[in-house]
């Protein structure tokens, strides 16, 4: 049972454009919202997160949308440099509950 | 930020053998840290909860006495692969549970590479 869904496993987005990686949940109990960035062969590391408390998170360049009632998520990043060239993971958690994790999504930024 | 280190960070195996793959948070304590496991261009999956001083909590599905995990302190959580087996090569990958209360965060490590001949 898959409860964060990414459903484009790929994307591919010119330098200087907006990227916009989405992210779906069906556990309605999930409160906190992350995004990791991977490169290949390293851990995850830590972009921006959201509360369930809020709709919008903003952290120069990244954007972290929220619409609770569609129960997704949205993350925004302008303008995309090509070193934003990686795998997004979206995760949740509800209260103190373990992080679930989507499959990724992998970002090129064109030249 | 914080800092968590993974060692090695790759290594292959004979089957049969156990591995032993460290977890060091270099600049926190945690007394929180867990284990995950990704197989190619899929999520992290976690494999278990490790509490400092007691024993790990594992996910459905994990077998507890084919990966031994050992938090002997604040700093440092093991995982062991006994018996590997080929089907074991993946990255795992831990993190560390840093601060407190709704500020706690997870900081990952780098990621061990495995791979069972």
């Known amino acids: 049972d898959q409860q964060v869904k990414q459903n484009s496993p790929s994307l591919s987005v010119q330098e200087g454009r907006i990227s916009i990686l989405n992210c779906d949940y069906t556990?309605?109990?999930?409160?906190?919202f992350l995004w990791y960035k991977k490169y290949p062969a390293e851990g995850p590391t830590f972009l921006i997160s959201?509360?369930?408390?809020?709709d919008k998170n903003e952290d120069g360049r990244f954007t972290v949308f929220l619409n609770k009632s569609a129960k997704h998520l949205s993350l925004h990043i302008v303008p995309s440099q090509p070193g934003d060239s990686a795998v997004y993971f979206c995760a949740a958690k509800a209260g103190a509950q373990k992080l679930v994790f989507g499959q990724g999504t992998r970002l090129t930024i064109n030249p | 930020g914080a800092v968590v280190s993974q060692h090695p960070s790759w290594v292959i195996c004979k089957s049969g053998t156990s591995v032993k793959i460290e977890c060091r948070s270099l600049d926190f304590q945690a007394t929180t840290m867990f284990w995950y496991r990704q197989f190619p261009k899929q999520s992290l999956m976690l494999m278990a909860t490790?509490?400092?001083?007691?024993?790990?909590?594992?996910e459905q599905g994990v077998e507890k006495d084919k990966f031994l995990i050992n938090h002997a302190s604040l700093t440092l959580s093991t995982l062991t692969v006994t018996s590997a087996h080929p089907e074991d090569s993946s990255f795992y990958i831990c993190?560390?549970?840093?601060?407190?209360?709704?500020?706690?965060?997870?900081?990952f490590g780098p990621g061990t590479r495995l791979t069972v001949l």
């Open positions: 959201i509360s369930s408390i809020k």
């Open positions: 993190s560390a549970l840093s601060g407190a209360g709704y500020s706690r965060r997870q900081f």
């Open positions: 556990n309605s109990m999930f409160d906190y």
């Open positions: 490790s509490n400092e001083g007691s024993k790990a909590t594992y």
